[in-house]
């Protein structure tokens, strides 16, 4: 059975910094695309960044320069470090593990950037 377990959520001020945990388990982690979804109050779910099998990131336009996305193989995770949070980035945020037409999902944890 597929788990994966986030962390890391909490309230911060603007321009503070997070990093969120993703701890994954009942799959082959390392041969899993990751990434962090995050969805607002009243809006649809939104990719914020991937991490491919390989290490390779792609990133949503409102994050690069300010989140880094990144993965332990060995300890199956992905983490998402965010600074410059902005009153903006607050949501729920979400980890994804896919494969081919695998697609699991985290509960999520909540970030609240005050401002």
């Known amino acids: 059975q597929v788990q994966l377990v986030e962390s890391g959520g909490a309230l911060v001020q603007a321009g503070g910094s997070l990093r969120l945990s993703c701890a994954a388990s009942?799959?082959?982690?390392?041969?899993?695309?990751m990434g962090w979804y995050r969805q607002a109050p009243g809006n649809e779910r939104e990719l914020v960044a991937r991490?491919?099998?390989?290490?390779?990131?792609n990133y949503a336009d409102s994050v690069k320069g300010r989140f880094t996305i990144s993965r332990d193989n060995a300890k199956n995770a992905v983490y998402l470090q965010m600074n410059s949070l902005k009153p903006e980035d607050t949501a729920v945020y979400y980890c994804?593990?896919?494969?081919?037409?695998?697609?699991?999902w985290g509960q999520g944890t909540q970030v609240t950037v005050s401002s």
């Open positions: 991490i491919t099998n390989s290490g390779s990131t």
């Open positions: 994804n593990a896919r494969r081919f037409d695998h697609d699991a």
């Open positions: 009942g799959i082959i982690f390392n041969v899993y695309s």
